[in-house]
Nanobody, 120 residues
Framework: QVRLVESGGGLVQPGESLRLSCVASGSLVSINSMAWYRQAPGNQRELVAHITTSGNKTYADSVKGRFTISRDIARYTVWLQMNNLKPEDTGVYYC??????????????WGQGTQVTVSS
C-alpha cells in the first residue's frame, strides 16, 4: 500500500523559513508529477507548487520568488522550501504524487498534511 509521510511544519514568525518534506513508500508505479497544496479554514485547497517529471516547475503567484519545489523521483521524495513566510501562508500543506496514465489509469496519492502557522 502506498503511503506519503510529510514533515517540517511548525510555528514561525513572518520572514522566517521552513522546509517541508514528503516521502512515499510502498508499491508505486511510474511517477508523472509531484505537487504541494495548502488549505486554510474556510478556503478551498489550492495548488502552491508543481513539478513535472522533466523538471518543469510552476508556482502560485502568491509564492513566486519565495517558495521552491524540488524532488528526487527515484527516492519518491518531494520538498518545499518556504522562505520569507507571511501570515497569509498559514494553512495545512499537503503533498501529492500522480502516476503516469499508461498503461494503467492514473492514480493520486496524498500526504496526511502538515500545519504551517505564520504569526507575528
Amino acid at each position: 500500500q502506498v503511503r506519503l509521510v510529510e514533515s517540517g511544519g511548525g510555528l514561525v514568525q513572518p520572514g522566517e523559513s521552513l522546509r517541508l518534506s514528503c516521502v512515499a513508500s510502498g508499491s508505486l508505479v511510474s511517477i508523472n508529477s509531484m505537487a504541494w497544496y495548502r488549505q486554510a479554514p474556510g478556503n478551498q485547497r489550492e495548488l502552491v507548487a508543481h513539478i513535472t517529471t522533466s523538471g518543469n516547475k510552476t508556482y502560485a503567484d502568491s509564492v513566486k520568488g519565495r517558495f521552491t519545489i524540488s524532488r528526487d523521483i527515484a527516492r519518491y521524495t518531494v520538498w518545499l522550501q518556504m522562505n520569507n513566510l507571511k501570515p497569509e501562508d498559514t494553512g495545512v500543506y499537503y503533498c501529492k504524487i500522480t502516476t503516469d496514465p499508461w498503461p494503467n489509469p492514473a492514480q493520486e496519492y496524498w500526504g496526511q498534511g502538515t500545519q504551517v502557522t505564520v504569526s507575528s
